[in-house]
């Protein structure tokens, strides 16, 4: 049954997201679809999505972290993130990179892996910690997308060149207070995530966590620069771009480059 969800929730992904870049890119072939019609199925694409994840992440005996079911977790979290801010804002173009992407990472489920479990009688601070990390990278990762949409549209006005469905994003500058305001909110959650840490985890720099720590604080320090040049010194565009996958690329390598290596390379 499990399996069965997870193939449909890939299937309803791939649909969304091959629905919005024929919308964005040939308008006048889909006329017909709105943005309501790919909200209903993403929308039910995240529920049974959610409905695989409670099944593979709760075990008898705890949460099974597992790098496969960590990383669905942030696809899914980011999935819901578009989903609401698709309400009030004009942001599905994200969904042509976010929605395949949660299929992907769907499809990587059906590979073997070693569980790795978190009992369920942990201390709650360390489950503050947890959870506010996973959302600091979920909303981070988000960032890197607006930011890489950015790129293309800014290379495009650039060239004079801004056809295709270039023509159909929001100004650039709305894209950039867009992204900025994304970036905010990553870094508070990414601070809480660190403090947390600090004063729940017993040694952040214990031997097996040590790289992790340091590559976050790296990556808090990116973002914390960014954000001060953008208010003090206005950046924006290549130089804003650039800081931002700076950041996202530590971060990325904090956690799931060590979990990669430790659960799937060195099966400890």
């Given amino acids: 049954m499990q399996a069965i969800m997870n193939l449909l929730s890939i299937i309803l ?5 091959a629905l919005l870049l024929i919308k964005l890119t ?30 593979g992440l709760f075990s008898p005996t705890g949460l099974d972290i597992r790098f496969y079911h960590v990383l669905s977790l942030v696809a899914w979290l980011v999935a819901v993130l578009l989903i609401i801010s698709m309400l009030s804002m004009r942001v599905e173009c994200l969904g042509i990179i976010v929605f395949p992407f ?31 990390s996973i959302l600091a990278y979920s909303l ?4 890197a997308v607006q930011a ?33 305001r994304i970036i905010a909110l990553g870094f508070i959650t990414l601070s809480i995530a660190l403090l947390s840490g600090m004063v729940y985890l017993e040694d952040m720099f214990a031997q097996h966590i040590a790289h992790k720590t340091i ?30 996958y700076s950041g996202f690329i530590v971060l990325m390598l904090a956690y799931f480059g060590s979990k990669f290596v430790i659960e799937l390379v060195l099966n400890r």
Avoid at 35 to 54: C, D, E, N, R, S
Avoid at 103 to 114: F, R
Avoid at 216 to 243: C, D, E, K, N, Y
């Fill in 13 to 17: 992904y791939t649909v969304c997201g």
């Fill in 26 to 55: 040939r308008p006048a072939v889909l006329e017909s679809v709105n943005k309501h019609w790919v909200l209903g199925m993403a929308t039910l694409a995240i529920l049974i999505h959610g409905l695989v994840l409670y099944y």
């Fill in 102 to 132: 949660a299929a992907l990472v769907l499809i990587l489920n059906y590979l073997p892996s070693e569980s790795h479990i978190l009992a369920y009688n942990m201390k709650s601070g360390l489950l503050v910690h947890i959870m506010f």
């Fill in 140 to 143: 981070l990762s988000i960032a």
């Fill in 148 to 180: 890489l949409l950015l790129y293309i549209q800014d290379t495009h006005l650039h060239n004079k060149h801004p056809g295709g469905f270039v023509r159909t994003l929001p100004p650039l500058e709305t894209m950039e207070i867009l992204l900025f």
């Fill in 215 to 244: 590559l976050s604080l790296v990556a808090w320090l990116l973002f914390a620069t960014l954000l001060w040049g953008r208010w003090q010194f206005g950046w924006r565009g290549r130089i804003a771009i650039r800081w931002t």
